[in-house]
């Protein structure tokens, strides 16, 4: 941590920049989309969760039964994997 580094005043804008300068670098475009180191895996577990639940209910109400009984037996799995990995990461 600097020692020159002063809570209390506000940030002139050049230091601003720099800032977000070097989060931009670490981060990627990749980054902007899904966020930083630590909030990326879940947003991506997350995002893949979506993926799968919205075809899923559309197949329920729009197609037969037997076409969305199959896809919900394939994918069920996956979702249960999803969710475990949301919750006990933290374990």
Not at 21 to 41: H, I, R, V
Not at 52 to 57: F, K, M, N, Q, T
Request: net charge positive; charged share 10%.
């Amino acid at each position: 941590m600097p020692e020159n580094l002063k809570y209390n005043t506000n940030p002139n804008a050049s230091e601003l920049l720099l800032r977000s300068k070097g989060m931009d670098l670490e981060s990627g475009w990749l980054g902007k989309l899904f966020g930083n180191s630590k909030t990326a895996p879940s947003n991506i577990a997350c995002l893949c969760l979506l993926l799968l639940l919205v075809p899923g209910i559309a197949l329920l109400f729009f197609a037969g039964t037997t076409s969305a009984g199959d896809y919900w037996n394939l994918i069920t799995p996956i979702i249960t994997l999803i969710f475990g990995y949301l919750f006990g990461k933290n374990i």
